[in-house]
């Protein structure tokens, strides 16, 4: 995996992200979690069909770590033909080459984040209750939006509690693909896909799995049933 400071604007242009028709399963990977149950965690999940990674160094372990860990995650979502995304870090997503970045505010514009990771790179944003950031995210070039949290979540303790009502208007609202995530379970997963979620980010719910492809292969069926697709 390239560690280097090269821009994607200098190979080869990759689909558009409309073209990868985002939604669906997709994996958040807590780089504090143990490693070797991360890195099995991770392909287990992506043999039972999470669609795309992203890489969350929410305890912000040091800079050798992370690379050693992206390196490897890399190497898995790359094989299995899925992007790989960087949570909020942008000078990251550039040096490993991802295929984009997941930002939690607005600090960054999509514009900015393409301009060191090429035109076709995945940018979302995650929204809480406020309406006026759906429309911000679109209105800044993202490619999806993310509602974070949408039930009480071990992993995830910053977030507010975003009601579902906000995902149906927000479905209402704009255009481009939503996702949900936080507290999200087998048991709760159809209520947001009831929503109207094109997609579910899911972190402790699979990593934390005694069996990650089954429950990721598992979420993919309420995800694909309500998405009008097959496995």
């Known amino acids: 995996m390239p560690t280097g400071t090269r821009s994607r ?37 992506i043999g039972g069909g999470v669609q795309l990674v992203q890489v969350w160094n929410a ?5 050798e770590s992370v690379l050693r860990l992206c390196s ?9 033909g899925i992007p790989l995304i960087v949570n909020n870090e942008l000078d990251l997503a550039q040096r490993i080459d ?17 301009r060191l990771l090429g035109s076709n790179a ?13 429309r911000k995210a679109e209105n800044v070039g993202a490619d999806y939006i993310s509602f974070c949290a949408v039930f009480p ?15 149906r208007k927000a479905k209402r609202t704009v255009s481009m693909p939503i996702f949900a995530s936080g507290g999200i379970t087998l048991e709760n997963a159809h209520l947001v896909m009831e929503a109207g979620a094109d997609g579910l980010a899911i972190a ?8 990650p492809e089954g ?17």
């Open 59 to 63: 305890a912000k372990i040091d800079e």
């Open 204 to 211: 402790s719910s699979i990593l934390g799995a005694d069996d």
């Open 153 to 167: 979540s071990p992993s995830v303790q910053t977030c507010e509690i975003v009601p579902l009502e906000a995902v």
């Open 122 to 134: 995945i940018i979302g944003y995650t929204c809480g209750s406020d309406e006026a950031l759906v």
């Open 98 to 114: 991802a295929r984009g970045v997941h930002f939690d505010d607005f600090r960054t514009t999509a514009t900015d984040a393409r």
């Open 215 to 231: 429950t990721a292969r598992a979420f993919r069926r309420t995800i694909d049933n309500y998405r009008g697709r097959s496995n």
């Open 72 to 80: 490897k995650i890399h190497s898995i979502a790359v094989r299995a």
């Open 9 to 45: 604007r200098d190979g080869p242009d990759l689909p558009t992200p409309d073209n990868q028709k985002l939604g669906g399963l997709y994996l958040i990977a807590d780089l504090s979690l143990p490693e070797e149950k991360l890195i099995k965690s991770v392909a287990s999940a």
